[in-house]
């Protein structure tokens, strides 16, 4: 069964490319259920900063080059933030296909969850991805986060004593079964600065 090629206005909405994406690998094969999932606690980082300018990049001329893209395995940076702790608190995440590289971006994410902590939101915000690439047809994710404590809990190394973290820890791992192998990491804060951006932007339109 082959999938008709994409029409101008899938090329023109991110949102939309990523379902014509996600159709056409459909039609390619039968997905195969996966019950297992892996975790891991390597560090790896990517040899260049996907933040190196500062600010949200212009990436839109992605959505031609996107048609070459392998969406099986995503690589995926998140935060999620509370300007008071608890206060205003938003979540960001940007997904790359293959590598982390202005072309390969498959989708952002920026949204304003109301007021929350800080380990609350960073929660949400791996939650709000592993949605985001479920819809995208991944089988494979590569989380990076800046924050140690959530990445060494979901690696099970470190205990969740908090009761309202709880939920949110047992929801992430249940979203997991659907993938193949599920991997969390740990970067320096500076390398997260693209999805540090996008929690603010989130916060700064609701707030100001």
């Known amino acids: 069964m082959t999938h008709p090629p994409a029409t101008q206005a899938e090329l023109a909405s991110p949102h939309r490319y990523a379902k014509h994406c996600w159709r056409a690998r459909r039609c390619g094969r039968v997905t195969q259920t996966v019950k297992s999932w892996a975790v891991g606690n390597t560090v790896i980082r990517p040899r260049q900063d996907p933040m190196a300018d500062n600010h949200i990049p212009d990436h839109s001329e992605y959505l031609m080059s996107g048609l070459k ?18 206060g205003p608190a938003g979540i960001g995440a940007v997904i790359y296909a293959t590598k982390p590289s202005k072309e390969n971006i498959v989708a952002e994410i920026s949204e304003y969850i109301g007021e929350t902590t800080n380990n609350q939101a960073e929660y949400r915000a791996v939650i709000a991805a592993i949605k985001k690439a479920k819809e ?3 089988l494979e994710l590569d ?10 809990q979901l690696n099970r190394n470190f205990k969740v004593k908090h009761a309202d973290l709880a939920p949110l820890f047992v929801k992430i791992y249940n979203e997991m079964l659907s993938f ?3 991997v969390f990491r740990h970067i320096p804060r500076e390398e997260n600065r693209y999805a540090d951006n996008l929690v603010n932007r989130a916060i700064d339109k609701q707030i100001i």
């Open 69 to 86: 893209l392998d969406m099986n395995k995503l690589i995926i940076y998140t935060d999620g933030g509370a300007r008071g702790n608890p």
């Open 136 to 138: 995208l047809g991944a």
């Open 143 to 152: 989380f990076y986060l800046d924050s140690q404590l959530v990445v060494e």
């Open 180 to 182: 193949k192998k599920v």
